[in-house]
């Protein structure tokens, strides 16, 4: 009982960090139509960056909330950098676009092994979140518990962000449909770089935030990517409830498979998006055949 | 035994009824003109009588066949052919290519992977005559990016004569082209035998009502009058449409 | 027309003649490293280049071929009945491959095949009692058709070459085809080809099988040449190579894939000699490709030819190039 309510947890947990991965995915998915392969080299680098911030850099030692909000902000320029100065310059070009995100990827996955080694680096977990949780008879790693809550604080604004504010109408009316956004003169010029940018920073928040879970490594990029397509691909492009339902969806496949069913577990984790290609092609919530 | 028999055909975007109980009936051989303001559902009817579009209800039937139901490529195979109001040519070959490609669309060779397509001599030629019906057999060879917009009108129009259509769906020739331009695609028009069923659907009055034997005014995805041209013409329900409010 | 075929001749020559000027051994097994990663290459073209799908899964299915021929000879089959089990099972893959996948296009075919690479990635990884997990399988032995044992270097290299004449010559025949033809067409026009009387999804299903066709040849021949293979080889990564090795030769050509896949493997075998950072400077290089080049470097190539022709000689080329602009 304990082993699978620890599970569970576990699950949740993991399905919060895919949640900060995937959303920025799926705006720009959705928004943009680009399908952006530097999305898990973005986990990495802020994963690498706020991992240096806290272990020390320059004999300067950062907290660790101020570092991952630090390393969000850094790739959030290099994002949107990619954005304005290679994407924007291939639009309705698949083939370019997957060529550049791609090469992207290797430079990025190259640079970081040359500059932080071959191996992984653990990122402590923060002062104060190091106890457990005690729920009647069971003990629960205090820090999950507040990745969990972390996950729940982002997604709210990202609610509020895209329901009430009017950046947020016009980022839904350009999943809606981005030629009509064009159209009534809805600026998406500056609105992709503006949702690059968050999709990175989300991305690399989510890199360094699992880093005392994860630790970081060289090839996390490319084990990730797939991970966050996945919970795209079920959830629906550009829904950000697609988004929680998918990441938890995947959080406990991914955990309940590795117990369960070792030989099978990544068959198991993209099964229910194969069942969902096939029978509802738009994803659980989206509103778009990609 | 008409060639083509439309009975109740609607279809409805969201909420909104693009077309409402549609019924054609096309004699074989006859010019049929279909009118009607932007956003009358033409386009949309055509693309269901294509296949395009599935029909929220009502029937279709292709010289006497109900095709309702068939892929767009049956109907092709059935005999209808179409062009379009804004135009799909393939840009980056010649103009017999693309004619070619239409005339490969129904002939048993589509599948054969072994021959060399531009040494099949029957399919050349049957371009080329196709081409020249509408004028344009001396550019056959050609680019079509190196082509006027009139050009390819009338590229559009040798496509769907390869296909030896018995009805043939024509949307818009005439948009977007000049003076001159409209004469030789009229011109064309004019040639094409009886034994096709011609339906078009136009904005230019002068040019389509001398063409057309009946015609069909649709309003709101309705039919609201049909008749020869005097009676369409001269029906107060058309000046309504087309004048008053 | 001439020139072309003297070129033509020339390359064959030379490619004939190779082990013979070609000192080293490393060399010639590099040679034979192009050689199967462009029949990989020419089986993804007819997906990503013709047809207009990209596929970012392919490693999978040429994984596939490749564990299911090492599996087959451990089981101790004999050469020809491994290489046949191969073939059929990436033909069957390939048609789940697309029966899945060609429900999108565009970008969502993109997605769907990528999530299909993994999949077939994590069976390789963690299906350990299959597939030795991340051991992978050696084998051990290469065959030897019509008694030529194919244990050298150099003859190894005869048998890729083969065998890499072939696809190109069958790519040459479908190309120029009715059904390469359609392929094309519904790249382009998919709705008007439907409206001329053609089944495009029949048509793209055919596209398939003979991508995976050619994928499971070059997969069966990387297996037999590195005598070993691991998940590795079918990761996304690898399935991001191959489609990196066509698009940056020029994605829709017939040379463009050969060129990409002989780039790639050189930066990888042959520059990753002297220069460590070998891996960001293949990235380095796409990403100048897509500024520069972004239709390729053999379709670009022919464009800056062509240019530099036309400004020597004004004349009705100039016209072409810029009505077409």
Redesign the interface.
């Known amino acids: 009982m304990t082993f699978w309510l620890l599970l569970s947890v576990n699950s949740i947990t993991f399905g919060a960090l895919l949640f900060l991965l995937a959303a920025g995915f799926s705006l720009i998915?959705g928004l943009m139509?680009?399908?952006n392969?530097t999305h898990g080299s973005l986990f990495m680098l802020g994963a690498y960056f706020g991992a240096t911030f806290v272990n020390g850099m320059l004999g300067a030692y950062f907290d660790f909330w101020l570092a991952a909000l630090m390393a969000a902000a850094l790739v959030a320029v290099f994002g949107a950098v990619i954005e304005r100065f290679?994407l924007r310059?291939?639009p309705g070009?698949?083939?370019?676009q997957?060529?550049?995100t791609?090469?992207?990827?290797?430079?990025?996955?190259?640079?970081c092994?040359?500059a932080w080694g071959g191996d992984p680096i653990a990122v402590a977990t923060p002062p104060g979140l190091t106890g457990f949780v005690r729920i009647g008879p069971m003990v629960f790693p205090l820090y999950r518990i507040a990745v969990i809550g972390i996950a729940i604080v982002v997604g709210v604004a990202l609610w509020l962000l895209l329901d009430r504010t009017r950046i947020g109408a016009m980022i839904r009316a350009g999943v809606d449909d981005p030629d009509m956004a064009r159209v009534v003169g809805i600026r998406v010029s500056g609105l992709f770089t503006m949702v690059f940018a968050l999709g990175a920073a989300l991305a690399a928040f989510a890199g360094i935030i699992g880093g005392p879970i994860l630790t970081v490594y060289p090839g996390i990029d490319?084990y990730m990517?797939?991970l966050a397509?996945?919970v795209?691909?079920l959830g629906g492009s550009g829904s950000l409830l697609g988004s929680v339902v998918g990441s938890m969806v995947i959080g406990f496949l991914y955990n309940f498979g590795q117990a369960l069913f070792?030989?099978?577990?990544?068959?198991v984790?993209?099964l229910p998006?194969?069942l969902v290609?096939?029978l509802r092609?738009q994803g659980l919530f989206g509103r778009f055949?990609? | 035994m008409s060639a083509l028999v439309v009975t109740g055909l609607s279809k409805s975007f969201g909420g909104l009824h693009v077309t409402r109980g549609v019924n054609l009936n096309i004699a074989p051989g006859e010019r049929r003109l279909i009118i009607g303001p932007n956003g009358a559902g033409k386009t949309t009817l055509f693309n269901l009588i294509t296949g395009e579009l599935t029909p929220d209800g009502g029937t279709i039937e292709l010289s006497g066949v109900d095709v309702t139901h068939s892929p767009s490529r049956h109907r092709a195979h059935l005999g209808m052919a179409r062009t379009y109001q804004i135009i799909t040519l393939f840009g980056q070959d010649t103009i017999i290519h693309n004619v070619r490609l239409a005339l490969l669309g129904l002939s048993p060779k589509r599948w054969n992977p072994l021959i060399d397509l531009r040494r099949q001599a029957a399919l050349t030629e049957q371009g080329h005559e196709a081409l020249a019906r509408v004028g344009l057999g001396h550019i056959a060879d050609r680019p079509l990016a190196q082509t006027s917009y009139g050009e390819r009108r009338r590229v559009e129009i040798a496509m769907a004569l390869a296909q030896q259509p018995k009805v043939l769906l024509l949307d818009e020739p005439f948009a977007g082209l000049s003076i001159d331009e409209r004469r030789d695609v009229h011109k064309c028009l004019m040639a094409i035998p009886r034994d096709v069923t011609i339906v078009m659907i136009e904005h230019n009055m002068d040019v389509a009502l001398e063409f057309a034997e009946r015609i069909t005014l649709l309003h709101f995805g309705e039919v609201i009058v049909e008749g020869n041209r005097a009676e369409v013409v001269d029906d107060p329900r058309t000046r309504e449409v087309y004048l008053g409010h | 027309m001439t020139a072309r075929l003297a070129v033509f001749i020339i390359a064959i020559m030379a490619l004939v003649t190779l082990p013979q000027w070609m000192h080293g051994v490393y060399y010639v097994n590099v040679a034979s490293q192009i050689l199967f990663y462009a029949v990989f290459a020419l089986g993804l073209n007819v997906l990503a280049g013709y047809a207009g799908l990209v596929s970012l899964g392919h490693a999978g299915l040429f994984g596939i071929s490749a564990y299911a021929t090492g599996y087959m000879l451990n089981l101790g089959y004999s050469h020809s009945v491994a290489i046949a089990t191969a073939l059929s099972i990436g033909m069957v893959s390939m048609a789940i491959y697309a029966v899945l996948s060609l429900r999108a296009t565009g970008i969502g075919f993109i997605m769907i095949t990528l999530a299909l690479g993994e999949i077939v990635w994590g069976l390789a990884y963690r299906w350990i009692s299959i597939t030795g997990g991340d051991n992978g399988i050696n084998l051990h032995g290469r065959p030897e058709p019509f008694g030529i044992a194919l244990t050298s270097p150099n003859a190894f290299y005869y048998a890729a070459l083969i065998v890499f004449l072939i696809a190109l010559a069958v790519m040459t025949v479908f190309v120029r085809s009715p059904l390469g033809a359609a392929l094309m067409g519904t790249r382009d026009q998919p709705r008007r080809m439907t409206a001329l009387g053609y089944h495009v999804w029949l048509i793209r299903f055919f596209a398939c099988m003979l991508s995976g066709l050619l994928t499971s040849i070059a997969g069966i021949l990387f297996v037999y040449y590195n005598q070993f293979i691991s998940p590795q080889a079918l990761d996304l990564t690898a399935s991001a190579e191959v489609l990196l090795m066509v698009i940056s030769g020029g994605a829709g050509t017939l040379l463009g894939p050969i060129v990409g896949s002989t780039l790639v493997v050189v930066v990888k075998s042959v520059v990753s000699g002297y220069i460590e950072r070998w891996n960001f400077l293949l990235g380095a290089i796409f990403v100048a490709i897509v500024i520069l080049m972004p239709e390729g470097l053999v379709p670009g190539t022919v464009r800056l030819w062509r240019a530099a022709f036309a400004r020597r000689r004004p004349g009705p080329v100039v016209e072409a190039t810029e009505k077409a602009s």
């Open positions: 998915f139509r680009i399908p392969l290679l310059q291939l070009q698949p083939l370019a997957v060529l550049v791609l090469g992207i990827s290797f430079m990025v996955a190259d640079l092994l040359m490319q990517l797939p397509l996945v795209v691909i070792p030989e099978l577990a990544y068959f984790l993209f998006m194969l290609l096939l092609p055949i990609p």
